[in-house]
């Protein structure tokens, strides 16, 4: 298990867990908790049997005053009639001197697995902690899943349940919900137990029962207006948006436009125009979710899509409360659609 590269996926390490492959010491860290909670619960729920659990597993949720003195202590306590202890130290990013964890790392227990959940950020690959638990142990990488990979996500996660989406929900799920992985899951979860018996396909009217995501009034559908430059639409969707601003908050509607026309300035950069290059570059699982944006190339030049880009950060400046004035939010984004259609 020694000297481990943080490029290891996550299911790399749950497939060495399934094989019974232990480290004696997992460093799960980054922005995507999603992956961190994943291998940790799956460590939690397989490593030991039911009666083993009871004295030999030990979960710390680290606060600013938790002691890595203490961490350390419980790992080098021996089992009790198993093969095996777990640790794991839950919300380690609070912890104010984890690089003391190096300690233990040079010197640890063989019969503990010890898990450190590293959220929100990583720790630099050039500490000690880092470089000392990657010479026996695993460390984990945990990034944030860029745009186009969501709906490769999406799709994934329903296979592994057996079913299937069309590419429209998936869309709406992924614009709606964003980048966040545990809600997205849950969601997906959720929309899994609503299927009628015998129902195995999510469409949009699913979606549109039991999440609210209305098909027609949506950040999707929104990005859809515009690239068409359908000024009726896109302006019928701001004003259904102002209407409903908890299912629609703007500070979610800005950060998907502002997304999409910072990948399609990506796209102007490409060295490489052709479908393949352009996939490359804006890291697209599928040659589908590029239509929208050689469409907006189409639409939109480099130099206009720069100024959108200028207008959108000035926009949300306001609805962050920067020379807002008396300005409401459904009249900032109304002013914004304005001028990216015009």
């Not at 397989?46 to 979960?59: G, M, P």
């Not at 949720?61 to 794991?88: F, G, H, L, W």
């Not at 004003?239 to 908050?249: I, Q, S, T, V």
Request: glycine share 4%; charged share 25%.
């Amino acid at each position: 298990m020694a000297k481990q590269t943080i490029s290891i996926t996550h299911r790399d390490i749950i497939q060495q867990i399934k094989d019974r492959k232990f480290a004696p010491i997992y460093l799960l860290m980054g922005e995507e908790s999603y992956y961190i909670d994943r291998i940790s619960d799956y460590i939690a729920d397989n490593v030991l049997s039911d009666s083993e659990r009871d004295f030999n597993q030990q979960i710390i949720y680290c606060t600013r005053e938790t002691k890595v003195a203490d961490i350390i202590n419980s790992a080098r306590r021996y089992p009790m009639m198993s093969e095996y202890q777990v640790v794991i130290v839950k919300e380690a990013q609070n912890l104010l001197k984890i690089e003391e964890l190096a300690t233990y790392a040079k010197n640890f227990l063989r019969t503990t697995i010890l898990v450190i959940c590293y959220k929100g950020s990583s720790l630099d690959s050039k500490k000690k902690l880092v470089a000392a638990i990657n010479e026996v142990g695993i460390v984990f990488e945990s990034k944030k899943l860029r745009e186009g990979m969501l709906p490769s996500f999406i799709n994934d996660y329903l296979k592994r349940k057996q079913i299937a989406i069309d590419q429209q929900a998936t869309m709406m799920l992924a614009q709606y919900i964003g980048s966040d992985l545990n809600r997205i899951a849950s969601e997906l979860d959720k929309l899994a137990i609503a299927l009628p018996p015998g129902f195995k396909q999510i469409n949009t009217s699913i979606i549109e029962k039991n999440i609210g995501i209305s098909k027609e009034f949506n950040n999707w559908e929104l990005r859809t207006a515009l690239v068409n430059r359908d000024v009726y639409k896109a302006n019928q969707i701001i004003d259904y948006f102002e209407a409903n601003p908890k299912e629609n908050p703007a500070n979610m509607t800005i950060a998907t436009i502002f997304t999409f026309f910072s990948n399609i300035m990506l796209a102007y950069y490409s060295p490489d125009k052709s479908p393949r290059g352009l996939m490359e570059q804006l890291d697209l699982k599928a040659e589908w979710q590029l239509k929208e944006y050689s469409q907006a190339m189409r639409t939109y030049t480099a130099m206009k899509t720069m100024q959108i880009i200028d207008k959108i950060r000035e926009s949300d400046g306001k609805l962050k409360g920067i020379k807002k004035g008396n300005t409401t939010d459904g009249e900032i984004m109304r002013e914004l659609i304005y001028y990216i259609l015009h």
